[in-house]
């Protein structure tokens, strides 16, 4: 799965998500990616976020939906991203899952769930600095 | 490290991150800049979670889910089980502003796509054949049935809802090329 966002140089804000699925799947089963404040959200007055990992856990909990309500009020994009991921925990703790943050000035973080094969994520960063997508980790 | 314009997107995929940077430094829009990244990763079967020929479904047919958001407006696009159309994210744009809907889903949204002027075509490759029959010899596992017969952590389908359900839930391996 990709979720990605975009933010212009006036705050124009936009997310989105492109995947196929889970494997092995049952067939009719959809994931996360393409419901809005599951996969993905955005709302220029605030941010965006984006999820990945097990969609048919994240989606219960909306956490895109809640790392931008997170920073609206004035959370830092990574401590969002941590409390949308905690809050999946909370009733998962062995869940597979991470999701990006970034607010409307141009702030970025991720946070993930730390489960046996996955203890960091990787994600891009594209901005005006770098010119040029730059790698970036977080531990989970 | 604020800095505008910004893309950001998950998993390490660099040409994604480029295709939508040179669309913003082009003059595009932040959503022509999030199809443009989304559609490279498609095409590019990215990880092989992304696109055409990855994540078979227990029948082996791979299908496409997408979405698209504006954060000024609130409008979204999305397509889940889309069959058989290769940009998903395309198709999640065109449902965005050619409908007052927010997400179309399975054989209708394909019909819908062909019909916006997307080509219809077999999403199934050697790669996802592969994986598909590997599944079929290894008694399709993992699985995500519970509660049928017969036991679906041993043998394959088709199913039967078994009368006495098991409490609890079961713990699933991560298999992180395996994601939404």
């Known amino acids: 799965t990709i979720g990605m966002i975009a933010i212009d140089e006036d705050g124009h804000v936009a997310a989105g998500t492109s995947t196929n ?7 009719g089963r959809v994931g996360d990616s393409p419901i809005a404040g599951a996969g993905a959200y ?21 956490p895109s939906y809640l790392a931008v309500e997170l920073m609206r009020a004035r959370a830092d994009p990574s401590a969002a991203c941590k409390t949308a991921i905690s809050r999946i925990k909370r009733h998962y703790p062995e869940f ?3 999701l990006i943050c970034a607010n409307a000035t141009g702030h970025y973080g991720a946070a993930c769930n730390k489960v046996p094969g996955f203890s960091q994520f990787h994600y891009m960063v594209s901005d005006s600095k770098s010119n040029i997508p730059l790698l970036k980790s977080v531990d989970c | 490290h604020a800095s505008l314009p910004l893309v950001i997107n998950t998993w390490p995929f660099g040409d994604a991150t480029a295709a939508a940077w040179s669309s913003l430094q082009a003059g ?19 990880d092989g979670s992304v696109g055409y020929g990855g994540s078979p479904d227990e029948t082996g047919e791979t299908t496409l889910d997408a979405m698209i958001m504006n954060g000024d407006t609130m409008e979204v ?33 394909s019909v819908f796509a062909e019909n916006m002027g997307f080509i219809a075509e077999d999403l199934t490759t050697n790669k996802s054949r592969s994986i598909y029959s590997q599944w079929l ?14 036991d679906p952590s041993k043998y394959c389908g088709p ?14 391996r991560t298999n992180i090329h395996s994601h939404d």
């Open chain 2, 137 to 150: 010899k290894g008694n399709c596992q993992p699985n995500y049935r519970k509660n049928v017969f017969p």
């Open chain 1, 96 to 98: 597979f899952g991470a």
């Open chain 1, 21 to 27: 699925g889970a494997r092995h799947k049952v067939p």
């Open chain 2, 77 to 109: 696009g999305a397509v889940a089980d889309l069959r058989r159309i290769k940009n998903a994210i395309g198709v999640a744009r065109a449902v965005m502003e050619h409908t007052y809907h927010t997400l179309l889903v399975g054989e209708s949204a």
């Open chain 2, 28 to 46: 595009g829009s932040v959503l022509d800049a999030v199809e443009k990244g989304c559609a490279r990763c498609e095409a590019d079967q990215c």
């Open chain 2, 159 to 172: 199913y039967k809802p078994r009368a006495t359900r098991k409490p609890g839930r079961r713990a699933r």
């Open chain 1, 42 to 62: 955005a709302d220029s007055s605030a941010g965006a976020a984006a999820a990945t990992g097990n969609g048919d856990i994240m989606m219960r909990f909306l």
